[in-house]
């Protein structure tokens, strides 16, 4: 007969597992190491976007941008962050061309200029 007390103990450990995944975490972009591809074409125009309103009175747009899925571009919406990070503001994404190609710059925070701290 199985031990009731382990089983229950695995069924804990395994719920508190799968919760711990619950929550929304994103890397500072400037913290993570990214190479870039380049590519041979320019991404299309940003599509006119109507954005939605604010959820909070200090949430910060977060543009969408175009991505390249290393066959064609797919646009990725924006999103409001409810809870930025205070004395920052967003930058947004925008592709760059070089000698090498079209290259994407992703968004990130960067110190905001004192006018703008909250």
Not at 1 to 16: D, E, K, Q, W, Y
Not at 100 to 115: D, S, V
């Amino acid at each position: 007969m199985p031990n009731p007390i382990r089983f229950v103990s695995i069924l804990v450990f395994l719920g508190t597992l799968g919760l711990s995944g619950c929550n929304h975490y994103a890397p500072n972009p400037s913290s993570v190491s990214v190479s870039a591809i380049y590519i041979d074409q320019a991404p299309p125009p940003r599509p006119r976007i109507v954005v939605p309103p604010a959820p909070n009175s200090i949430a910060v747009w977060i543009d969408g941008y175009w991505n390249w899925t290393g066959v064609q571009f797919v646009w990725v919406d924006g999103f409001w962050d409810p809870n930025p990070p205070q004395a920052l503001h967003w930058v947004r994404d925008r592709w760059a061309q070089s000698n090498r190609g079209w290259y994407r710059q992703p968004g990130q925070w960067h110190a905001a200029p004192l006018g703008r701290r909250r």
